[in-house]
């Protein structure tokens, strides 16, 4: 990796094409795939809480998101945008799972209800 202030002066020493990830994760090869995913809901109660996305492609190999560390708030018809980064890029996804969590393990659990979603890749944007 490189310091952050100094990226752009040690890329720049490479005369081929060079990739630079600035969402990375802890684990080989270190770059992150990232999404936006943009959500509406309809529920009447405001839900707060987490979403890990699954994404699945039509050979069935399947890769979840990190957890973000900050709960959302989903309030009734209005859009919510969550950057989720993944370990691996799916070329062509078939199918897309959402978990939606508190994190708490005491009271009742709560479904979130999705009116409309669209997930867009931040590195391939063509897709």
């Known amino acids: 990796g490189y310091q952050a202030d100094e990226w752009k002066k040690t890329l720049k ?20 795939y990232n999404y936006l995913l943009d959500i509406t809901t309809w529920n009447k109660n405001i839900r707060r809480g ?23 708030t989903f309030q ?24 939606f969590s508190t994190k708490t393990f005491i009271g009742p659990k709560h479904k979130l209800r999705i009116l409309e979603m669209k997930l867009k890749s931040l590195n391939n944007p063509k897709r």
């Open 13 to 32: 020493t490479y005369s081929s094409p060079t990739k630079a990830y600035f969402d990375t994760s802890g684990q080989d090869p270190f770059c992150m």
């Open 50 to 72: 987490f979403i890990k996305v699954k994404i699945i492609d039509y050979a069935g190999n399947a890769v979840e998101s990190q957890m973000n560390s900050e709960a959302s």
């Open 76 to 99: 009734q018809y209005k859009r919510v945008k969550i950057l989720t980064g993944f370990h691996q890029d799916i070329e062509e996804i078939a199918k897309i799972s959402l978990t």
